[in-house]
């Protein structure tokens, strides 16, 4: 076999890194040594993975190809190492180091993750976890390339090569500052939908799990959105409805404490139960260590209401 494993370390350091410079640090090569490997590894292959754009490499189509599947023969040659206590981060025993990659959408990397890593790392301290947060779109992609190891999604996956596995059930609330015109006469009245079809509605960006799930349960019922404001992020978006500028529709642990202090109101319609799914995402080629599998296993175990009072 002429491939070899540094060959596509180099190459993924570079990926990451964007220079032969930064990747020799990486790899603990000098910049010429890096240079040259990857320029073996282009030679070997036949084609050219970075388009050169002044300083920095940028994968090109072949080299986005490329990545995720040179990432999972590099992990499957490290859990190889662990298995065999070859590598210092191995991790059959649980006070042994690891390095766990976890990617989360916004609401749960912002409300239910956290806790999660924290009692992770009670139990396993010598574990390091770096967390990436974007929308759905961007960690299903981050998954596929194998960027992250595993991740925790708002909606549903569109990705061929990810495993989706049903995760928690997560109850959308539609809400509004307690000065909002639905609310002035009567707190709890239930509003009806063709109130509701003329108001601006808070919106988060196309690609947004929660903006997939606010438009498959309300579209159906409001049509059309009559005037939306987009915003990129739920904090955005919560602190916009508690400043009277319209309805939205997030999740409930996003929004609980404006609730709680009474700047955000419910409303109470006449729509039915509002609810979405949560899932847990991993790519198909992807072997789960031992570290990896009890931290899964943790957010199988997970219960949201404890998530949120810890």
Known sequence: MRLTLRQLHIFTAVADTGSTTAAGLQVALS??????ALNELEALLDAQLFDRVGKRLVLNDTGRALLPQARAVLDGAQGIEKQFGLAGGADKDMGLATHLRVGASTTIGNYLLPALVASHLRD??????DVTIGNTSEIATA???????????????????LHAQPWLEDVLAIVCAPSHPLMRADLGA?????ALRTQRWLLREPGSGTREAVEHALLPHLHQWVQPMQLGSTEAIK???????GLTCLSLCAVQDLLTLRRLVLVNTTLPRLARRFYLIRHRQKKLSNSLQRFVSRCEAADPNRLLES
């Open 190 to 194: 239930r509003v009806g939908l063709k």
């Open 239 to 245: 602190q916009a409805a508690a400043e009277g500028l």
């Open 124 to 129: 396993s301290p010598a574990t390091t976890i």
């Open 31 to 36: 910049q010429s040594a890096t240079s040259g």
């Open 143 to 161: 998954v596929a390339r194998l960027e992250v190891d595993v991740g925790l999604i708002e909606g549903p996956c569109h990705e061929p090569e």
